[in-house]
C-alpha cells in the first residue's frame, strides 16, 4: 500500500489497485501549490465532515474522477443535490465491505457544516481494514475516550491524526490518542496550513516520543510505503 499526503487532512491510499483520497482540500490550501489537481485519480473518496478544508475540492473531483463518495448521510444527501450520484453513505458505528477492504465510520467529536451553511451531520472519521492492516483516520477531532475502544477492539498499524491544535486535537493530546489507540505509528495533519494551526515541528515530534510513539510529518506530496 502506498501512502500520499496532499497537504492539511488529504491523502490518497493506494491498496488492491484502487485509490482512495481522503478530504480533498487542494486548490484553497497555499502549502499545496506543488499539487496538480487534475492528475488526481480516485475510485474512492472518503469525507470525514463538510468544513471547507475538507471538501474545498470535493465536488469537482468527484464529477472529474467519477469516484465513490463514502460520508455520513447528510453529506450524502447534499452531494446528491450538487448533481454528485455516486455516493454511499454511512453513519457512526456501521461498516460496510467495498471491493478494497473495510470501512467502519468512527465518531470525531467536532462541527460539520457546509460553507453554504447546511447541516452536515456528525462529524466522523474512518477506520479501514485493508491488506491485513488496520489504519485509522481520525478526522478532525478532540481527544477522546471512544478512541480507547477503538485501540481495545482492533490492532491499529498507523494512525493518522489531527495535531494542529486550536481547532482539533495539538501534539500532546494526539500523542495520548495513539497510546488510547494502542498504535506505534502516527502521520500528522490537519497542522502548519494557516495561522491558527501553525505548529513547531521538533515539539510536537518530541511530544510523541515522550509517550513511546513515533510522528510522522510527510512532505506535500510525499509519497510512504504502509
Ligand atoms: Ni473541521
Ligand atoms: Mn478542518
Request: proline share 1%.
Amino acid at each position: 500500500m502506498e501512502i500520499r499526503y496532499l497537504g492539511h487532512s488529504c491523502f490518497t491510499l493506494k491498496t488492491q489497485g484502487k485509490t482512495l483520497l481522503f478530504d480533498p482540500f487542494i486548490s484553497g490550501n497555499e502549502l499545496a501549490k506543488g499539487i496538480d489537481i487534475g492528475s488526481i485519480e480516485a475510485d474512492y473518496i472518503l469525507v470525514s465532515h463538510a468544513h471547507e478544508d475538507h471538501t474545498a475540492d470535493l465536488v469537482a473531483l468527484a464529477k472529474s474522477t467519477g469516484a465513490t463518495v463514502i460520508a455520513i448521510w447528510e453529506i450524502h444527501a447534499w452531494l446528491n443535490k450538487q448533481g454528485v450520484t455516486n455516493t454511499h453513505p454511512m453513519n457512526i458505528g456501521g461498516k460496510k465491505v467495498f471491493e478494497f477492504g473495510t470501512v467502519y465510520m468512527t465518531y470525531a467529536m467536532h462541527s460539520s457544516s457546509f460553507a453554504d451553511g447546511t447541516y452536515g451531520g456528525q462529524a466522523a472519521g474512518f477506520l479501514l481494514e485493508v491488506k491485513g492492516k488496520t489504519i485509522y483516520y481520525s478526522g478532525d477531532t478532540g481527544l477522546t475516550h471512544e478512541m480507547k475502544l477503538l485501540g481495545e477492539r482492533f490492532t491499529i498499524d498507523l494512525a493518522i491524526l489531527p495535531i494542529g491544535d486550536n481547532f482539533t486535537m495539538d501534539a500532546k493530546d494526539a500523542a495520548l490518542a495513539a497510546t488510547y489507540l494502542n498504535t506505534k505509528k502516527v502521520i500528522g495533519m490537519h497542522y502548519d496550513t494557516f495561522g491558527f494551526i501553525k505548529i513547531e515541528h521538533q515539539a510536537a515530534l518530541a511530544a510523541f516520543e515522550k509517550l513511546g510513539t513515533n510522528l510522522t510529518l510527510m512532505k506535500i506530496g510525499e509519497q510512504l510505503a504502509v
